[in-house]
């Protein structure tokens, strides 16, 4: 590490960010650094001296900053618990801790650096080429290389921090606060339309900040004081700086990120004035340390106060690399000469060469020496497109500011849709047909010459501002800028004879490696993508996809603008998941009787939204605690809360009719005050819901369904019925109503216990009756239903009414056993009596006969939904059954749900419910078997976990209480 | 995400929606064949442009008819059913059979943007 203890810059005009009045230490690799509030670690550590930063991912070069402003990977840090940290974006702190990645041992000395060496073991490709051959070797490779890849340590034990979401509105959202987005933002809003503002850095003037105009510093930041002071004086215009836009999708519907929050955004017209991403020059070594953008250099110095170096070489194309020389000898610097790939002239030429710069005209960079820092670059003479002299001069330096041009951020018009186009006239892309709301301003839509930038971005701003409000609006200012031709160089790639040109840094790929993708066979744009690797590192291909296209299309010899892009996508920026998942809302829908039980120890479970009890008791007691609920349901009573069934009140004259439709069994002639059960198919057969219709009025049906279903059987009844339109009402009352089931040989006890003026008597009120009145007071809607087994009444209530019919239903049922039971037993009270639960037992093609359920169809009516594939089906023969079956012997290991039943080496069935029955002391359960195989007695075997097949017999259902006798007590 | 008009609750996001199927005439199944019916089951037209489907506000439980690009995604109209119903009278009275939904039959360009 070489150390220059005087990188601060004393001069007046440098340091916009940082206050020197407040130092602070941290440390990096266990050292200590100084640095100043607003310095952020990069520019920090570039001002103690420190440029090395990293190692590079395949090759373990070393690496230091290449933008100073996020976009490029050589900046990844470890900070704390925190991986994958930007250097040159993350503030420094007092105290900070930071940690370099990626090397094993010191920074300086890499013992992974070897791999420098072993370029030919990992050609391009070499996934698809090496460590797998022999068969069987790739494990001996696979762990010393999943070690040594990856960037970055995650912490598990790293704590959960705060992230949120919030939602924004807008007429006109620009994207970029430089000077094209300040002018476009400014016009908006003088143009009358809500205008939001978003940057990404924390202040706003983009390149204004630090760049020169026709070679006059004060030019620039003059007018980016001008803009910002009328931006901020704007009410209707809101900034926000330090976030990120992210994704630009449909409708205008906009993603950003700012800090820990997530921002959803809905604005009617968009202006994409993003900038461009610098482009680097391809040569021998172009990866050194110290060799960095100008751009780069010239943020360190105006925005940090940081010299990059004390002898400086630029090498450029354009005027913004002699803006940068003039920059570095403002700042204190020496500037050993400047390397002009052309001929360029202007102001800021005429003032270098006033200063007394050398300049060399048609001359490049062809390699660099030194291995932490760059400590000399060789020059040469370009004598042809990517073709040079020999090396012709070594200039001694410590860092290399390079300027070649540039390429449009065009990624999130990509997004919205626009298509990117390379345009030959001045070598670089555009988007074109962006669709309708999104338009693009300033060096995105290749403007650059900044009075044709502030012309273009005004119009399109005034314009954007009419189409948000709905006033006429003329038509697209056209972008047309004859100073875009002299900015990106067409070819500024110089191979050499000895290799290691890097195209793209973060994946460590040199021109040969583009070169012999081609030549492998991937030369699509699309396969070199993927099969090099080029662009998918962090930096996305910012700085390597021009480059790659370029040497693609020398290899190929079709133009860059036939070669064609790859598809951007969004996100633009990595999104952490937290911001996908912090303060999600997701609700939870809770019975009004769910106080009671939390205070009765009830361990929950989700029904959908719903939260409804397993068990009560406690978590490690729970199969003991399911097996007292059962007993007690059997013997004494049992009390269910069952609210978040489905409930629908069906009214009108045609409501018979229409249930007679959507049901499968006959409902026309049901006499008022009786229940009958109701199954529903859908319209090619298959079983989608099970309930009960009570019949309480002849124009009046409460029809219940089951909790996961109802939505989707009220769907469908309304559905039908806007093409049927029959003279009726379906409403769905199931967050009306509570209910609750009482059922076991105690349960008309308790009911006659309560002052009511429903006659609860066997003859008055038979099984499968339906009655409403008042229960202690409480409107109410009792059923007579079995689901469980046992003498039983589902008693429906307001919701309001809710908490207290379950209060009075307990006092009433405490002298007689009563105790309350959970989802977990009800099922298992249903298994003993073979009563299948749709969606467990039934799948997505079972039909009413395979699930034994033929008694339920009508054979008489001419039409429900459903019936016409039913008989299709029955007539070509159904191949399955569900029947009840028994263990031939209950104390071996127990089936589960879903386990295979197998003969022969072949699956020929499933089980879809099982259970060790408390009440039969033996394990019951449904499956499906082929029919032919479904008679009593048949024997079959099952094949549990561990692949233990155990033998089991078809038993007829219901296992419990065969005669129903219990049920109509 | 998109937007989408409904026509009884207005500009809502897609998100409120749920997609009900193209709109087909259901066969008589009294009369309808096994072939018949096995095809309103389970064959789709499946067109490249412009087709008539239903949609569901979710919300408001409110059903109607929208008509969509299946190319472009864009969603062309909205309307209620009856407005649906009154359109295909119009049409039979009026003589003109209802324009088949027009399908683009062949590759369409990429250029080199897919992937």
């Given at each position: 590490m070489s150390a220059s203890p005087t990188s601060r810059i004393e001069n007046g005009g440098f340091g916009l960010l940082i206050d020197r009045t407040k130092p602070m230490s941290f440390t990096f690799d266990g050292r200590l650094f100084n640095g100043y509030h607003g310095d952020t670690i990069a520019s920090a550590l570039y001002g103690a001296g420190q440029v090395l930063l990293s190692r590079s991912f395949k090759y373990h070069r070393p690496r230091g900053a290449l933008t100073m402003n996020g976009l490029d990977a050589n900046t990844l840090v470890q900070v704390a618990d925190e991986p994958n940290v930007r250097a040159d974006l993350h503030a420094v702190t007092p105290g900070l801790a930071v940690t370099s990645i990626n090397r094993l041992g010191s920074l300086e000395r890499d013992a992974f650096s070897v791999m420098d060496y072993f370029g030919r073991f990992l050609p391009v490709g070499f996934y698809y080429?090496?460590?797998?051959?022999?068969?069987?070797?790739?494990?001996?490779?696979?762990?010393?290389?999943?070690?040594?890849?990856?960037?970055?340590?995650?912490?598990?034990?790293?704590?959960?921090?705060?992230?949120?979401?919030?939602?924004?509105?807008?007429?006109?959202?620009v994207v970029g606060g430089g000077q094209a987005g300040l002018q476009a933002a400014i016009a908006a809003a003088e143009g009358g339309a809500d205008t939001l503002l978003i940057e990404e850095n924390s202040e706003l003037g983009g390149s204004l900040l630090y760049g020169r105009i026709d070679g006059s510093r004060e030019t620039a930041e003059a007018l980016r004081r001008d803009l910002v002071a009328k931006a901020r004086s704007l009410k209707n215009l809101t900034i926000l700086t330090s976030t990120v836009v992210t994704g630009l999708f449909t409708d205008g519907w906009v993603a950003a990120v700012s800090g820990n929050r997530l921002l959803k955004i809905r604005t009617r017209q968009t202006i994409v004035a993003a900038g461009s991403f610098d482009q680097p020059i391809v040569f021998r070594n172009n990866d050194r340390p110290g060799i960095l953008f100008a751009t780069a250099a010239q943020r360190l110095m105006r925005l940090y106060g940081v010299r990059p170096g004390t002898r400086a070489v630029i090498a450029t194309s354009n005027t913004f690399g002699y803006d940068a020389a003039l920059d570095l000898l403002d700042a204190g610097g020496e500037v050993a000469a400047i390397v002009d790939l052309g001929a360029t002239s202007g102001p800021a030429v005429e003032a270098a060469r006033a200063r007394g710069i050398r300049i060399l005209n048609n001359a490049t960079l062809v390699d660099a020496k030194g291995y932490l820092r760059v400590e000399s670059v060789g020059v040469a003479a370009i004598t042809g497109t990517g073709k040079t002299s020999a090396v012709t001069d070594w200039l001694t330096c410590d860092c290399v500011l390079i300027s070649v041009g540039c390429s449009p951020a065009l990624n999130l018009a990509s997004h919205a849709g626009a298509k990117v186009v390379f345009d030959p006239a001045i070598q670089m892309h555009r988007a074109i047909n962006p669709p309708q709301g999104v338009s693009l301003a300033g060096s995105a839509a290749s403007l650059w010459t900044p009075d044709?930038?502030?012309?273009?971005?005004?119009?399109?701003?005034?314009?954007?501002?009419?189409?948000?409000?709905?006033?006429?609006?003329?038509?697209?200012?056209?972008s047309a800028d004859p100073g875009a031709a002299a900015i990106t160089h067409p070819y500024p790639i110089f191979k050499s004879g000895k290799g290691k040109e890097f195209i793209d840094f973060d994946e460590d790929l040199t021109i040969k490696d583009i070169v012999n993708s081609v030549k492998d066979g991937y030369g699509d744009i699309q396969l070199v993508k993927r099969y090099s690797t080029a662009g998918l590192g962090p930096s996305q291909g910012r700085h390597a996809n021009l480059n790659t296209i370029r040497v693609v299309s020398a290899v190929t010899g079709?133009?860059?603008?036939?070669?064609?892009?790859?598809?951007?996508?969004?996100?633009?920026?990595?999104?952490?998941?937290?911001?996908?998942?912090?303060?999600?809302?997701?609700?939870?829908?809770?019975?009004?009787?769910?106080?009671?039980?939390?205070?009765?120890?009830?361990?929950?479970?989700?029904?959908?939204?719903?939260?409804?009890?397993?068990?009560y008791g406690a978590k490690d007691n729970a199969a003991r605690a399911i097996e007292d609920e059962v007993r007690a349901v059997r013997n004494a009573a049992g009390l269910i809360d069952v609210s978040t069934l489905g409930g629908l009140d069906i009214r009108g004259p045609d409501a018979a009719a229409f249930i007679d439709r959507m049901y499968t069994w006959a409902y026309e002639k049901q006499p008022v005050g009786r229940a009958r059960y109701t199954l529903m198919t859908d319209i090619a057969g298959v079983v989608i819901d099970d309930g009960v219709a009570c019949r309480l009025a002849p124009n009046h049906y409460y029809v219940t369904a089951t909790t996961s279903a109802v939505d989707q059987v009220y769907r469908a009844m309304t559905?039908?019925?806007v093409q049927w339109k029959m003279d009726v009402d379906v409403a769905n009352v199931t967050a009306a109503y509570s209910a609750v089931n009482l059922a076991g040989p105690k349960a008309r006890d308790i009911v006659q216990s309560l002052a009511s003026d429903i006659d609860f008597s066997k003859e008055a009120f038979p099984y499968m009756g339906v009655r409403t009145g008042t229960l202690a007071g409480i409107p109410v809607r009792v059923l007579r239903v079995g689901f469980v087994g046992e003498a039983g009444y589902e008693i429906h209530c307001p919701a309001g009414f809710g908490e207290a019919l379950w209060d009075i239903l307990m006092a009433a049922g405490k002298p007689h056993g009563l105790k309350p039971f959970g989802v977990e037993a009800q099922r298992i009270l249903r298994l003993e009596k073979g009563h299948i639960i749709v969606g467990q037992d039934t799948d997505g093609l079972t039909n009413p006969i395979e699930a034994g359920m033929d008694w339920?169809?009508?054979?008489?009516?001419?039409?429900?939904?459903?019936?016409?594939?039913?008989e299709l089906q029955a007539a070509k023969g159904i191949t399955r059954k569900l029947v009840g079956f028994a263990l031939t012997d209950s104390s071996g290991p127990a089936p589960k749900d879903c386990h295979l039943i197998i003969r022969d080496g072949a699956i020929i069935g499933r089980i879809t419910s099982v259970v060790q029955s408390p009440t039969l002391g033996k394990v019951v359960g449904l499956a499906y078997l082929p029919a032919g195989m479904t008679d009593a007695g048949q024997r079959f075997e099952i094949r549990v976990d561990g692949g233990v097949m155990v033998p089991a017999e078809v038993v007829p259902t219901p296992f419990y209480d065969p005669d129903n006798a219990r049920q109509d007590l | 995400m998109k937007i989408l008009k409904c026509p009884l609750n207005g500009p809502r996001n897609i998100s409120e929606f749920v997609w009900g199927g193209d709109l087909k005439p259901m066969p008589d199944p009294a009369t309808a064949t096994d072939a018949q019916w096995t095809e309103y089951l389970?064959?789709?037209?499946?067109?490249?442009?412009?087709?008539?489907?239903?949609w569901l506000h979710a919300p408001t439980n409110y059903w109607f008819v929208a008509r969509r690009n299946t190319i472009t995604d864009e969603i062309i109209e909205t309307m209620t059913y009856d407005a649906y119903l009154a359109r295909q009278s119009n049409a039979t009275a009026s003589g003109d059979a209802e324009p088949a939904a027009k399908s683009v039959t062949g590759g369409?360009?990429?250029?080199?943007?897919s992937a």
């Amino acid at each position: 590490m070489s150390a220059s203890p005087t990188s601060r810059i004393e001069n007046g005009g440098f340091g916009l960010l940082i206050d020197r009045t407040k130092p602070m230490s941290f440390t990096f690799d266990g050292r200590l650094f100084n640095g100043y509030h607003g310095d952020t670690i990069a520019s920090a550590l570039y001002g103690a001296g420190q440029v090395l930063l990293s190692r590079s991912f395949k090759y373990h070069r070393p690496r230091g900053a290449l933008t100073m402003n996020g976009l490029d990977a050589n900046t990844l840090v470890q900070v704390a618990d925190e991986p994958n940290v930007r250097a040159d974006l993350h503030a420094v702190t007092p105290g900070l801790a930071v940690t370099s990645i990626n090397r094993l041992g010191s920074l300086e000395r890499d013992a992974f650096s070897v791999m420098d060496y072993f370029g030919r073991f990992l050609p391009v490709g070499f996934y698809y080429k090496t460590f797998f051959r022999p068969a069987g070797v790739w494990k001996y490779f696979e762990r010393p290389i999943r070690i040594m890849a990856g960037l970055g340590t995650l912490d598990p034990r790293a704590a959960h921090k705060y992230y949120d979401k919030a939602y924004l509105f807008t007429g006109v959202l620009v994207v970029g606060g430089g000077q094209a987005g300040l002018q476009a933002a400014i016009a908006a809003a003088e143009g009358g339309a809500d205008t939001l503002l978003i940057e990404e850095n924390s202040e706003l003037g983009g390149s204004l900040l630090y760049g020169r105009i026709d070679g006059s510093r004060e030019t620039a930041e003059a007018l980016r004081r001008d803009l910002v002071a009328k931006a901020r004086s704007l009410k209707n215009l809101t900034i926000l700086t330090s976030t990120v836009v992210t994704g630009l999708f449909t409708d205008g519907w906009v993603a950003a990120v700012s800090g820990n929050r997530l921002l959803k955004i809905r604005t009617r017209q968009t202006i994409v004035a993003a900038g461009s991403f610098d482009q680097p020059i391809v040569f021998r070594n172009n990866d050194r340390p110290g060799i960095l953008f100008a751009t780069a250099a010239q943020r360190l110095m105006r925005l940090y106060g940081v010299r990059p170096g004390t002898r400086a070489v630029i090498a450029t194309s354009n005027t913004f690399g002699y803006d940068a020389a003039l920059d570095l000898l403002d700042a204190g610097g020496e500037v050993a000469a400047i390397v002009d790939l052309g001929a360029t002239s202007g102001p800021a030429v005429e003032a270098a060469r006033a200063r007394g710069i050398r300049i060399l005209n048609n001359a490049t960079l062809v390699d660099a020496k030194g291995y932490l820092r760059v400590e000399s670059v060789g020059v040469a003479a370009i004598t042809g497109t990517g073709k040079t002299s020999a090396v012709t001069d070594w200039l001694t330096c410590d860092c290399v500011l390079i300027s070649v041009g540039c390429s449009p951020a065009l990624n999130l018009a990509s997004h919205a849709g626009a298509k990117v186009v390379f345009d030959p006239a001045i070598q670089m892309h555009r988007a074109i047909n962006p669709p309708q709301g999104v338009s693009l301003a300033g060096s995105a839509a290749s403007l650059w010459t900044p009075d044709r930038v502030a012309s273009h971005a005004k119009a399109t701003g005034t314009r954007a501002a009419h189409l948000a409000t709905g006033s006429p609006a003329g038509d697209d200012p056209g972008s047309a800028d004859p100073g875009a031709a002299a900015i990106t160089h067409p070819y500024p790639i110089f191979k050499s004879g000895k290799g290691k040109e890097f195209i793209d840094f973060d994946e460590d790929l040199t021109i040969k490696d583009i070169v012999n993708s081609v030549k492998d066979g991937y030369g699509d744009i699309q396969l070199v993508k993927r099969y090099s690797t080029a662009g998918l590192g962090p930096s996305q291909g910012r700085h390597a996809n021009l480059n790659t296209i370029r040497v693609v299309s020398a290899v190929t010899g079709k133009p860059p603008e036939v070669i064609g892009t790859t598809t951007f996508r969004p996100p633009l920026v990595p999104e952490k998941f937290a911001h996908m998942a912090g303060r999600a809302f997701e609700p939870t829908r809770l019975t009004s009787m769910h106080r009671r039980h939390e205070e009765l120890g009830a361990q929950f479970m989700t029904a959908g939204l719903w939260l409804r009890p397993a068990f009560y008791g406690a978590k490690d007691n729970a199969a003991r605690a399911i097996e007292d609920e059962v007993r007690a349901v059997r013997n004494a009573a049992g009390l269910i809360d069952v609210s978040t069934l489905g409930g629908l009140d069906i009214r009108g004259p045609d409501a018979a009719a229409f249930i007679d439709r959507m049901y499968t069994w006959a409902y026309e002639k049901q006499p008022v005050g009786r229940a009958r059960y109701t199954l529903m198919t859908d319209i090619a057969g298959v079983v989608i819901d099970d309930g009960v219709a009570c019949r309480l009025a002849p124009n009046h049906y409460y029809v219940t369904a089951t909790t996961s279903a109802v939505d989707q059987v009220y769907r469908a009844m309304t559905w039908f019925n806007v093409q049927w339109k029959m003279d009726v009402d379906v409403a769905n009352v199931t967050a009306a109503y509570s209910a609750v089931n009482l059922a076991g040989p105690k349960a008309r006890d308790i009911v006659q216990s309560l002052a009511s003026d429903i006659d609860f008597s066997k003859e008055a009120f038979p099984y499968m009756g339906v009655r409403t009145g008042t229960l202690a007071g409480i409107p109410v809607r009792v059923l007579r239903v079995g689901f469980v087994g046992e003498a039983g009444y589902e008693i429906h209530c307001p919701a309001g009414f809710g908490e207290a019919l379950w209060d009075i239903l307990m006092a009433a049922g405490k002298p007689h056993g009563l105790k309350p039971f959970g989802v977990e037993a009800q099922r298992i009270l249903r298994l003993e009596k073979g009563h299948i639960i749709v969606g467990q037992d039934t799948d997505g093609l079972t039909n009413p006969i395979e699930a034994g359920m033929d008694w339920a169809l009508a054979k008489k009516k001419p039409f429900y939904v459903g019936k016409r594939s039913i008989e299709l089906q029955a007539a070509k023969g159904i191949t399955r059954k569900l029947v009840g079956f028994a263990l031939t012997d209950s104390s071996g290991p127990a089936p589960k749900d879903c386990h295979l039943i197998i003969r022969d080496g072949a699956i020929i069935g499933r089980i879809t419910s099982v259970v060790q029955s408390p009440t039969l002391g033996k394990v019951v359960g449904l499956a499906y078997l082929p029919a032919g195989m479904t008679d009593a007695g048949q024997r079959f075997e099952i094949r549990v976990d561990g692949g233990v097949m155990v033998p089991a017999e078809v038993v007829p259902t219901p296992f419990y209480d065969p005669d129903n006798a219990r049920q109509d007590l | 995400m998109k937007i989408l008009k409904c026509p009884l609750n207005g500009p809502r996001n897609i998100s409120e929606f749920v997609w009900g199927g193209d709109l087909k005439p259901m066969p008589d199944p009294a009369t309808a064949t096994d072939a018949q019916w096995t095809e309103y089951l389970f064959l789709e037209d499946n067109l490249a442009g412009e087709i008539t489907e239903w949609w569901l506000h979710a919300p408001t439980n409110y059903w109607f008819v929208a008509r969509r690009n299946t190319i472009t995604d864009e969603i062309i109209e909205t309307m209620t059913y009856d407005a649906y119903l009154a359109r295909q009278s119009n049409a039979t009275a009026s003589g003109d059979a209802e324009p088949a939904a027009k399908s683009v039959t062949g590759g369409s360009e990429t250029g080199a943007s897919s992937a």
